[in-house]
T-cell receptor, first 113, second 114 residues
Framework: GNSVTQMEGPVTLSEEAFLTINCTYTATGYPSLFWYVQYPGEGLQLLLKATKADDKGSNKGFEATYRKETTSFHLEKGSVQVSDSAVYFCALIPTGGGNKLTFGTGTQLKVEL | KAGVTQTPRYLIKTRGQQVTLSCSPISGHRSVSWYQQTPGQGLQFLFEYFSETQRNKGNFPGRFSGRQFSNSRSEMNVSTLELGDSALYLC?????????????FGQGTRLTVV
């Protein structure tokens, strides 16, 4: 079946540090890949997405590249801020999967001054 | 443009009772999906409705059911509540019929079963 594996948290960084959150997936064909972010007490917000191999999704300084050969979609940001503290979820929709998202377990990010 | 609205935001129910949660999607969105979020199991897909028809269903018991109305508003119902049903229930709406589009999430309904 389809699955998403992402690194365990929490990840604690100092402000302006470089961020990487690893995400790998298992799915047949060419799924669409997403990163969602959840702030405390809120629902999920789409951060970025990529729908085909080698696509790079980017938003608010965050980037992720769809790597078919390594089945990965790692999230990166060059300089994190305290306001980036949240839980980040990697997710996929398989080919022909309607709008059924399969999520990873989430990675909590804490950014300190 | 109003976002996805879920009501109520918080709910406390007793074991054995039933509960109905409501979701109003973004205007014009015809796809509504429901997810359960718990600390132990994470985010799990419950079901998806499109144009009043259930299109996808997750691996949940039959106590969990849903429906969608002609105005795309959706409800989910949980009967014979168990303590393990305590969770944040999230609704998401989407505008297109195929994967790759953005799902907009509501703030969720926090259900506590005592």
């Amino acid at each position: 079946g389809n699955s998403v594996t992402q690194m365990e948290g929490p990840v604690t960084l100092s402000e302006e540090a470089f961020l990487t959150i690893n995400c790998t997936y298992t799915a047949t064909g060419y799924p669409s890949l997403f990163w969602y972010v959840q702030y405390p007490g809120e629902g999920l917000q789409l951060l970025l997405k990529a729908t085909k191999a080698d696509d790079k999704g980017s938003n608010k300084g965050f980037e992720a590249t769809y790597r078919k050969e390594t089945t990965s979609f790692h999230l990166e940001k060059g300089s994190v801020q305290v306001s980036d503290s949240a839980v980040y979820f990697c997710a996929l929709i398989p080919t022909g999967g309607g709008n059924k998202l399969t999520f990873g377990t989430g990675t909590q990010l804490k950014v300190e001054l | 443009k109003a976002g996805v609205t879920q009501t109520p935001r918080y709910l406390i129910k007793t074991r054995g009772q039933q509960v109905t949660l409501s979701c109003s999607p973004i205007s014009g969105h015809r796809s509504v999906s429901w997810y359960q979020q718990t600390p132990g199991q994470g985010l799990q897909f419950l079901f998806e409705y499109f144009s009043e028809t259930q299109r996808n269903k997750g691996n949940f018991p039959g106590r969990f059911s849903g429906r969608q109305f002609s105005n795309s508003r959706s409800e989910m119902n949980v009967s014979t509540l168990e303590l393990g049903d305590s969770a944040l229930y999230l609704c998401a709406s989407s505008s297109l019929t195929t994967g790759g589009t953005e799902a907009f999430f509501g703030q969720g309904t926090r259900l506590t079963v005592v």
